[in-house]
DNA sequence: CATTTCGCTCAACATTCGTTGACTCAACGA
DNA sequence: TCGTTGAGTCAACGAATGTTGAGCGAAATG
């Protein structure tokens, strides 16, 4: 019907999302060392060469694969804490693939590490900005590292009592515990 | 002085000894897949055949290396928020490289993510029978889970904000927002 | 239609790594 | 002293992996 379904320009932005598509998941499932080219490849049915041709290198593919789509600064509109709880799942679904892949590999890639303490550090810089009562620095990044935690337990490690909560749930019992450091 | 200084014995055991402390370095500051087992034979000055030939494979190697010294049981004589602010680093010192090893791995070793869901989930029944009241599972787990999430960022990550900060002020901050999760 | 462009594949290379087997040499027991 | 044991080394294998370059075939271009 519409022109050709396969124009050149639209075959390869296809087969680059396609490409990308499998390279986050499988880095959110395994973590950058134990993802490999051809496994990638395999997922996207192309030819490992192609995702090289198309990426440079296994590192620049992990750099465009999971960018994360930066985390949108504090908008000042709602409570901090509130903002905090809300991010655990309350408004949004779950966590998109290419931060579960980050946080998969931030223990072992070095870059992944560097790239996320600056991401949390930035975190906590609003956050302490915003309470900003005594020791506000510390109590933002015990916030931060708290909510770190709880997202690493539930999503990655999959604690059994955290396992089958829903994310209201723990945003409930979770409040009490962050006021209280950002109120100090 | 005493017997020869090079008993068969001796030796074997000391040549073990280093293996699993270079490992347990290792295995510390790179994880499971990253630390290759011909790093740690250099780092014990050792041939690599040698580490097999008393180990196995690098997977036995890592289970004898990070056998951690098992999470000591809730002794019931301290108050449960105590006791965990305790072990953030008030009474004892840095954690042990086997606990850090551990931590290290969990989140792209399969078996150490096991390992480390068990160890958690057996403090998490501890702490939820100490404090006993209301969805006392859940708020355990999320005590743990701001545990662990304070441990990675300070010893892992090294957020800026926690770096220098001394596990005195970090116990110190931390209390109010774990006893608000243990009251309920 | 002829030619060029380029998405894509195939086969291979170089390296790294876990692992193995043959060998060396000093400690040990008779 | 002599044969045995066992700690430790050396060289190599086999598999996996990131990466590369030549080539094929269809789309674009004139």
Do not use: N, W
Request: hydrophobic share 45%.
């Amino acid at each position: 019907m519409e022109g050709t379904p396969t124009s050149r320009a639209e075959r390869r932005r296809r087969t680059e999302e396609r490409i990308l598509s499998a390279a986050r998941a499988i880095f959110a499932e395994r973590g950058f060392q134990r993802t490999t080219i051809r496994a990638v490849a395999a997922a996207a049915e192309v030819d490992p060469a192609l995702v090289m041709q198309y990426f440079g290198s296994k590192q620049d593919l992990f750099e465009r694969a999971v960018r994360i789509p930066s985390i949108p600064p504090l908008d000042g509109e709602l409570e901090p804490v509130e903002e905090l709880l809300g991010r655990i799942g309350m408004k949004m679904g779950p966590l998109p693939q290419a931060t579960l892949a980050m946080m998969r590999s931030m223990l072992t890639h070095p870059d992944a590490a560097e790239e996320v303490r600056g991401k949390l550090d930035g975190q906590v810089a609003q956050l302490a900005d915003a309470i900003g009562s005594d020791e506000a620095e510390l109590r933002a990044a015990l916030m931060v590292s708290t909510m770190l935690g709880v997202t690493i337990a539930h999503q990655l490690l999959g604690l059994t009592a955290l396992r089958d909560a829903s994310p209201e749930r723990i945003a409930e019992a979770l409040r009490p515990s962050l006021r209280a450091l950002a109120d100090g």
